[in-house]
């Protein structure tokens, strides 16, 4: 069965920094694309960064000259790298991994901004 864990979260300064690592086990093929999605208590969750098979990078607005999403060349790792956290930013961060028709989530790490 497919895994999906993430890990890096914690408790951090505005100002600081964090990267969030994400890995996927038990598939022997490709994820197509990766993405790390947000979401604060109340609000829905969105998407805040992906990178798919072909290399193309996408991102939101708020995470553009900030988050840098990138994926490992054994292609079963990702990560975002989280500069100049903002108190905005404070929510669970989700892994997904799909391939075909299928999604995978992870459980989700926790980022809390003080400031």
């Known amino acids: 069965q497919v895994q999906v864990v993430e890990s890096g979260g914690g408790l951090v300064q505005t100002g600081g920094s964090l990267k969030l690592s994400c890995v996927v086990s038990g598939s022997d093929f490709r994820m197509e694309a990766m993405a790390w999605y947000r979401q604060a208590p109340g609000k829905q969750r969105d998407l805040v960064a992906a990178i798919h098979g072909n290399g193309f990078t996408n991102e939101a607005d708020f995470a553009k000259g900030r988050f840098t999403i990138s994926r490992a060349s054994a292609k079963n790792m990702v990560y975002l790298q989280m500069d100049s956290l903002k108190p905005e930013d404070t929510a669970v961060y989700y892994c997904?991994?799909?391939?075909?028709?299928?999604?995978?989530w992870g459980q989700g790490t926790q980022v809390t901004v003080s400031s």
């Open positions: 997904l991994a799909r391939r075909l028709d299928s999604r995978y």
